[in-house]
């Protein structure tokens, strides 16, 4: 079946540094890929997605790049804060569902 | 707060037993989605409903069944419980039914099975 992949399993940085999480997905039909932040006891809170037709999104602290040759996107937080410390997931449309990576828990040490 | 409801918050229950989840989806929201939570299956899409019809199934069990209704807000059913089906159970909602709509996720519930 279609697949997500998504490394590391686990990130732990400096407050102020960048973290950068990576996905690749199998489906090259997919054409939106949501990533989700979910908190302890909570359920995934959308914070960007990326349609096919561009190549990077931006807002605020976060961004999201996109290369559909190779299959693969990424999100990159900027001066990570310690309240950015959660579960991250990616995730791609394929035939109407959504497949989602294996997440990675991010920590940010103050 | 993303609009969208689940009831009830935590769920205890044997083996055997089943149990109705409840979802209501944002206000104008057309397509409920469920999903289910484990920690060694991550996040596993179960089934879609658009508009009281299903539109897309995922590796959802014969022991399980969901539907929506008129209203739009959502059930699903899940019978003859196993201890492998504790989980987290969560219930999205987006405007329509294409594939590549924003998808608003519920609060879940937790659902042991004892």
């Known amino acids: 079946g279609e697949n997500v992949e998504q490394h590391p399993s686990t990130l732990s940085v400096q407050e102020g540094d960048s973290a950068v999480i990576k996905c690749t997905y199998s489906d090259s039909a997919s054409n939106y890929f949501p990533w989700y932040k979910q908190e302890l006891g909570k359920g995934p809170q959308l914070i960007i997605d990326i349609r096919s037709n561009v190549g990077e999104k931006k807002d605020q602290r976060i961004a999201v790049t996109l290369n559909k040759t190779a299959k693969h996107f990424s999100l990159h937080i900027t001066e990570t804060q310690p309240e950015d410390s959660a579960v991250y997931f990616c995730?791609?449309?394929?035939?109407?569902?959504?497949?989602f990576g294996s997440g990675t828990r991010l920590l940010v040490r103050p | 707060d993303s609009g969208v409801t689940q009831t009830p918050k935590h769920l205890i229950t044997a083996t055997g037993q089943r149990v109705t989840l409840r979802c209501s989806p944002r206000s104008g929201d057309l397509s409920v989605y469920w999903y289910q939570q484990s920690l060694d299956q991550g996040l596993q899409f179960l089934i879609q409903y658009y508009n009281g019809e299903e539109r897309a199934k995922g590796n959802i069990l014969e022991r399980f069944s969901a539907q929506q209704f008129p209203d739009l807000h959502s059930e699903l059913n899940l019978s003859s419980l196993e201890l492998g089906d504790s989980a987290l159970y969560f219930c999205?909602?987006?405007?329509?039914?294409?594939?590549?709509?924003?998808?608003?996720f519920g609060p879940g519930t937790r659902l042991t099975v004892l």
């Open positions: 999205a909602s987006s405007v329509a039914g294409g594939g590549g709509d924003t998808q608003y």
């Open positions: 995730a791609a449309i394929s035939s109407y569902k959504l497949i």
